[in-house]
């Protein structure tokens, strides 16, 4: 073999390995240090692609739970105060059923009824104004409405009564089914071709409210058979302290509605074919990691117009008033167990949410976090070999000293 000075090749082999052994302790060093298998893309391209998108898919659910529980608190707020809603109208059905009872009543007990009357109205419609999540209005009904028909001069805003004093407006639809159709929900045009929303009879004695709910139930029916929520378009009638009616539709994003028989909602005086972009809260709320995961509320407006109880003067019919009334806590009720079965919703969509969190976040540990017990077995091996390697490289270089017994 020779002895040679200028090329050592056992000390170079012993480096060698030695190099590679303490690039892996150190590898071993900061997977152990950080709890994370990889630290770079260098440890593991593939991985680390796929780790980051579960890592973002974390991210944003985590912030969705929050979202959602938002829309716990905003549908708490709402219902909360439909309750006390629901205690005026209450109250006002007593003072109805009171002055409904001439025989004892007379016209002063009957008048102080209706001052009382007056001031609940006040009341609903205070509440229907002030209620808010935040700076977000909740009750007079621009949530979940961003759009909303547009009449064309204020003389065709509303119904007028009917000729006589105190005498509603002919309520439409009371002459038999009738249906419309929707061309455009939320700006795009519903998959398969506009949407036949169809409305069976209203009874002769029906309000305007009732028209407002029988249309709402019908278009809910059609919007949820066509793939959507329910809610993107709603109507309402409101009828003011001299029984005029205005009646309106409003929805999410913008909307067409075309009245097919050219009557029943011609007769409303809506102007159908024009928007008013009121810039209104769209009510939705972002409850996934991704785009459009979305559930949206729609809150009706709440005040003594849009219930009915504004014209109700219990010294003329306090029994036309107690079937209104009726009607308006029926309407209220609705809306809370609306309101209710949005939180249940929200409640079950959070805990869905959570256990994703928690699989797609030990899918994402398994993937980049590193395994301790078995990393430590690693740092062990390339710690005893770093020894052994430090030790042979030091007899690997000391071999080149026997050279120097030639020369004595």
């Known amino acids: 073999m020779g002895l040679r000075i200028n090329q050592n090749i056992a000390a170079q082999?012993?480096?060698?390995?030695?190099?590679?052994?303490?690039s892996q302790m150190s590898k071993s060093l900061e997977k152990l240090s950080s709890g994370f298998r990889i630290n770079r893309a260098a440890d593991d391209a593939?991985?680390?692609?796929?780790?980051?998108?579960?890592?973002?898919?974390?991210?944003?659910?985590?912030?969705?739970?929050?979202?959602?529980?938002?829309?716990?608190?905003?549908?708490?707020?709402?219902?909360?105060?439909?309750?006390?809603?629901?205690?005026i109208l209450q109250r006002m059905r007593d003072l109805s059923v009171q002055a409904a009872n001439?025989?004892?009543?007379?016209?002063?007990?009957?008048?102080?009824?209706?001052k009382e009357m007056g001031q609940l109205n006040a009341e609903l419609d205070r509440i229907g104004k002030s209620t808010a999540f935040g700076k977000q209005n909740l009750l007079d009904g621009t949530f979940g409405n961003t759009v909303k028909t547009k009449?064309?001069?204020?003389?065709?805003?509303?119904?007028?009564?009917?000729?006589?004093?105190?005498?509603?407006?002919?309520?439409?639809?009371?002459?038999?089914?009738?249906?419309?159709?929707?061309?455009?929900?939320?700006?795009a045009a519903p998959t398969g071709g506009?949407?036949?929303?169809?409305?069976?009879?209203?009874?002769?004695?029906a309000s305007a409210q009732d028209l407002a709910?029988?249309?709402?139930?019908?278009?809910e029916k059609a919007l949820k058979a066509a793939g959507y929520q329910g809610n993107e378009i709603t109507m309402s009638a409101k009828v003011d302290a001299q029984n005029n009616t205005t009646y309106s539709m409003a929805g999410s994003g913008d909307f067409s509605v075309a009245d097919t028989t050219g009557t029943v909602l011609g007769d409303t005086k809506m102007d159908l074919t024009n928007l008013d972009k009121t810039g209104g809260n769209s009510g939705k709320f972002q409850v996934g990691a991704n785009a459009n995961q979305k559930i949206g509320i729609s809150i009706g407006g709440v005040d003594s117009e849009t219930l009915g109880t504004a014209s109700l003067d219990l010294t003329k019919d306090p029994d036309a008033a107690i079937k209104a009334i009726d009607k308006a806590l029926s309407?209220?009720?609705?809306?809370?167990?609306?309101?209710?079965?949005?939180?249940?919703?929200?409640?079950?969509?959070?805990?869905?949410?959570?256990?994703?969190?928690?699989?797609?976040?030990?899918?994402?540990?398994?993937i980049r976090d590193t395994?301790?017990?078995?990393?430590?077995?690693?740092?062990?091996?390339?710690q005893i070999l770093t020894q052994a390697g430090t030790s042979m490289l030091s007899q690997a270089n000391q071999s080149a000293q026997n050279v120097l017994s030639l020369l004595r």
């Open 371 to 382: 395994d301790m017990a078995q990393e430590m077995v690693s740092f062990t091996r390339s």
């Open 331 to 366: 309407s209220v009720t609705d809306s809370r167990a609306t309101l209710g079965a949005v939180q249940n919703r929200f409640e079950h969509t959070i805990n869905n949410l959570n256990v994703a969190v928690e699989n797609l976040s030990a899918s994402e540990s398994r």
């Open 151 to 187: 009449f064309t001069d204020a003389a065709t805003n509303s119904l007028p009564a009917d000729g006589t004093t105190g005498a509603a407006a002919a309520v439409p639809g009371t002459g038999g089914d009738f249906s419309f159709t929707i061309s455009k929900v939320g700006g």
């Open 13 to 22: 082999n012993a480096y060698r390995n030695l190099s590679v052994t303490d």
């Open 46 to 87: 593939a991985g680390l692609s796929i780790s980051e998108g579960l890592r973002s898919q974390v991210g944003g659910l985590k912030v969705a739970v929050r979202n959602t529980q938002d829309g716990v608190s905003v549908a708490q707020t709402a219902e909360g105060a439909l309750n006390e809603t629901t205690a």
């Open 102 to 114: 001439s025989g004892a009543t007379d016209s002063s007990a009957a008048d102080a009824a209706n």
């Open 194 to 205: 506009p949407i036949e929303v169809k409305v069976g009879q209203l009874g002769s004695d």
């Open 213 to 219: 709910k029988a249309v709402n139930a019908a278009t």
